[in-house]
């Protein structure tokens, strides 16, 4: 029931920008944290950002300068705007998201968007 759709991902050269778009719908009665993860060809899914509720944000250490998160808590959105790409940053990019959905001791739950693909040119 609870769906997050990510947009802006794209080719882009080195050097270049894109900002990050996820929403949140659906049986939402709030988000905890929110983040961004990727995952390379051949590798992992690994961390690239989060940001809590109340604002608190962490980085990997591979994009710490570069990336910066955001949320609207109100919208239910959150944001990744990267800047000085390298191609090391091709990835699928995915949101995730924290969500309880009723409030009480309905329990939380984590959510995956679809993923958004970032192709970054050398």
């Known amino acids: 029931q609870v769906q997050l759709v990510e947009s802006g991902g794209g080719l882009v050269q080195a050097g270049g920008s894109l900002r990050l778009s996820c929403a949140a719908s659906g049986s939402i009665f709030s988000i905890a944290t929110m983040g961004w993860y990727r995952q390379a060809p051949g590798k992992t899914r690994e961390l690239v950002a989060t940001i809590t509720r109340g604002g608190t944000s962490n980085y990997s250490d591979s994009v710490k300068g570069r990336f910066t998160i955001s949320r609207d808590t109100a919208k239910n959105t959150v944001f990744l705007h990267m800047i000085s790409l390298k191609p090391e940053d091709t990835a699928v990019y995915y949101c995730?998201?924290?969500?309880?959905?009723?409030?009480?001791?309905?329990?939380?739950?984590?959510?995956w968007g679809q993923g958004t693909q970032v192709t970054v040119s050398s």
């Open positions: 995730y998201a924290e969500v309880l959905e009723a409030m009480g001791l309905a329990p939380m739950r984590s959510h």
